[in-house]
């Protein structure tokens, strides 16, 4: 039996710096409109088989500044697409990101392995980055 439930439940995240649980594995996170450059979702500490989905959902087009996933201390890898045709590399990164650019529907989706944060993502034009 597994040691967790997957709620994909989804949760709007605030307009501040926010840290994720452990016990959110599996939830939907909305970015909102940032209203300040540099705001940061920090993930929780390693675990094995620990995933979340982050997609862009600002009341307007797009992002005031980037919304930053940081890895917390560990690093992040995997790839994000970018459709203009741009291919981010996140091999080694700490965080990776909603850049203002990113549009509404613009997702990364973030799964860990038990010893790294591993990423794939899509943005519409180039709206993702490292």
């Known amino acids: 039996m597994a040691g967790h439930v997957q709620t994909n439940q989804t949760i709007q995240l605030p307009d501040a710096a926010y840290t994720v649980n452990a016990a959110d594995t599996g939830k939907i996170f909305l970015v909102p409109t940032l209203t300040a450059a ?3 979702f920090t993930l929780p500490a390693v675990a094995a088989g620990l995933r979340y989905r982050f997609i ?3 009341a307007a087009a797009t992002l005031v500044g980037p919304g930053i996933i940081s890895g917390g201390g ?3 890898h995997g790839a994000l697409l970018n459709v203009t045709p741009v291919v981010v ?3 080694g990164q700490a965080s990776c990101r909603f850049l203002a650019a990113s549009v509404k529907g613009d997702y990364i989706d973030v799964m860990c392995d038990g010893t790294n944060w591993n990423v794939s993502g899509m943005s519409g034009v180039v ?3 490292a």
Do not use: E
Request: hydrophobic content about 20%.
């Open 127 to 129: 709206g993702l980055g």
């Open 89 to 91: 590399a996140k091999t």
């Open 38 to 40: 540099g705001r940061t």
């Open 56 to 58: 862009n959902n600002p």
């Open 74 to 76: 560990t690093t992040v």
